[in-house]
């Protein structure tokens, strides 16, 4: 179900303080892909080879990641048919360039699944609501 881990979300005092130091400890660069989100009030998204990191202001966060795995639209609704029969509560999030179903484990950690095929997972989802 899924294909890779996708990207982290680190909440930071200072987005572009922790983007500076990413960078000049591990070599991470703004992601351009991500850099409308980034304007409207999302996420400062910074990558490195395959490891990304969603970078979001603290404001109140504990600290600790969400960590967000990456699927494939074909698998969204099988994922949507086990959160609904383990009664896991989820939120499906449509960010119009990706999708993301947030949800907790057991122990209340954040984690969310989320598909880069856009068009594709709008009508899988569609098809599973």
């Known amino acids: ?12 005092d200072d987005i572009h303080a922790a983007a500076a130091w990413y960078r000049q400890i591990l070599g991470f660069h703004p992601d351009p892909a991500f850099r409308q989100w980034f304007e409207e ?12 990191l969603s970078l979001f202001p603290r404001r109140g966060h504990a600290p600790g990641p969400t960590i967000a795995f990456s699927t494939q ?14 009664g896991v509560a989820y939120t499906v999030v449509d960010h ?5 179903i ?12 989320t598909c880069h095929q856009y068009a594709a997972a709008t009508a899988a989802l569609a098809t599973s609501a």
């Open 41 to 52: 009030g999302g996420p400062y998204v910074i990558s490195c080879a395959a490891a990304s």
């Open 96 to 100: 119009a360039l990706t999708w993301s």
């Open 1 to 12: 179900m899924i294909d890779a881990l996708d990207h982290i979300h680190r909440y930071v």
């Open 73 to 86: 639209a074909t698998q969204l609704p099988a994922l949507l048919n086990a959160l609904r029969a383990q």
């Open 102 to 113: 947030y949800f907790h484990d057991e122990s209340a950690n954040a984690l969310e699944v």
